[in-house]
């Protein structure tokens, strides 16, 4: 049987807490199920190893993943480290050179108690946000002209190729169509008169080839407001890569917190590996006392396995996680429990395998 071969990229403050706790869980299902293997391969970049080596990660480092048939990462960020450098040299790389161009980030309340808003429940919030993950606001062009001078100038371009736009769009019709919810497109036309112009044109123009799919499109202001006031709204979503960062933190918040918010970076044609992270970052204030929340990271072991084509498993492990964040038996701080990292990790193999 050939194992699963997968790089792990711990990073940063709690990110090798976290992702400790995801791979026990993937060595525990492969101990239980004698058809699956997994093989696993640490690579200790971040911003330690910039601070030792200069780089966030080492020049080969697209070579040396590109065989892997999955990328698990902690979260990269340190004070020390400007996070303009650990995001873009390292996650933002492999994101656009792997060209994981689907970030796909569930919204899903798992618990009705976990979410501030009032009288809703698992059935009003339960959206898939998709968020274009290669160009658009963080394509990294522009220019900064005259710096420090008095008459400085700095330019931040958006890049919406009709290839980009395409694409991601393409993929939350076929989304929408396959598991028959609504898709709503989230965009800011009315301000940005060229690239969400572009990009709402586009959505009706690839929509003509899904008439069965029903659509919605909302400017990001008002969707922000419904993503509070009436989440209901929401089936599958897609939206642009700045867009879809903000209003999936407004998802985490309605959903029990970034410990719970989990996004994939897919590449769907698999012509390189895809990457499984939590959304949360380092958390530096936190890091390094076993107390922070594993599920988003082991929410991300789920989704890893969904795509191997292992959905028994992805909903397994999922349903796991409901079952914990009901029974409140472990539950770390964020959470409202006393729980270490590794307790309640121990917690969901012990329900998953039992
Ligand atoms: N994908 C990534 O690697 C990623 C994402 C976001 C931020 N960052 C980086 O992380 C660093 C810290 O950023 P930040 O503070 O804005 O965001 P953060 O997500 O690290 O933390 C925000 C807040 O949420 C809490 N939190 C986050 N994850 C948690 C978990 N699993 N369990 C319990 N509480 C949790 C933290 O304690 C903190 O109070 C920065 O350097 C930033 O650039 C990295």
Redesign the pocket.
């Given at each position: 049987m050939k194992p699963y071969k997968i790089a792990l990229i711990p990073?940063d403050?709690?990110g090798p807490e976290?992702v400790a706790e995801g791979v026990k869980v993937l060595k525990a299902i492969e101990e239980v199920d004698k058809n699956i293997s997994f093989s696993f391969t640490t690579f200790p970049w971040g911003c330690e190893y910039y601070l030792k080596y200069g780089k966030m990660m080492d020049e080969k480092a697209l070579d040396l993943l590109k065989d892997y048939d999955a990328i698990y990462l902690g979260?990269?960020?340190?004070p020390g480290v400007p996070?303009h450098i650990?995001?873009r040299d390292l996650?933002i790389k492999i994101r656009r050179g792997f060209d994981q161009y689907v970030n796909l980030r569930p919204v899903s309340l798992l618990h009705p108690d976990l979410t501030p808003l009032k009288a809703k429940s698992e059935k009003d919030i339960d959206m898939l946000v998709i968020r274009e993950n290669s160009e658009g606001e963080y394509a990294g062009a522009g220019e900064w002209l005259f710096k420090g001078n008095p008459e400085e100038v700095v330019l931040q371009t958006g890049v919406f190729s009709r290839k980009g736009t395409e694409r991601i769009i393409r993929y939350a019709y076929e989304e929408a169509r396959k598991s028959n919810r609504t898709l709503t497109s989230i965009s800011k036309g009315n301000a940005l008169n060229y690239s969400h112009v572009f990009w709402d044109q586009l959505f009706e123009e690839i929509g003509m080839e899904y008439p069965d799919v029903e659509t919605y499109s909302y400017l990001v202001d008002a969707a922000s407001l419904y993503f509070v006031t009436q989440p209901e709204r929401f089936g599958v979503v897609v939206t642009s890569n700045l867009f879809g960062d903000i209003v999936t933190d407004i998802g985490a918040g309605i959903t029990g917190g970034?410990?719970l918010a989990t996004g994939a970076n897919i590449n769907p044609e698999k012509s390189y590996p895809s990457m499984f992270?939590?959304?949360?970052?380092?958390?530096?204030?936190?890091a390094g006392k076993g107390a922070?929340?594993p599920i988003?990271a082991i929410w991300s072991v789920s989704q890893m396995l969904d795509f191997f084509g292992l959905e028994d498993w992805g909903s397994a492990v999922l349903q796991v996680i409901r079952e914990v964040l009901k029974d409140k038996e472990s539950l770390?701080a964020?959470l409202g429990g006393r729980a270490t990292t590794e307790e309640l990790g121990e917690y969901i193999i012990e329900k998953l395998i039992k």
């Open positions: 990073g403050g709690i976290v979260a990269v960020g340190y996070d650990s995001l996650l970034l410990g992270e939590p959304v949360h970052g380092s958390a530096p204030d936190i922070c929340n988003a770390t964020d």
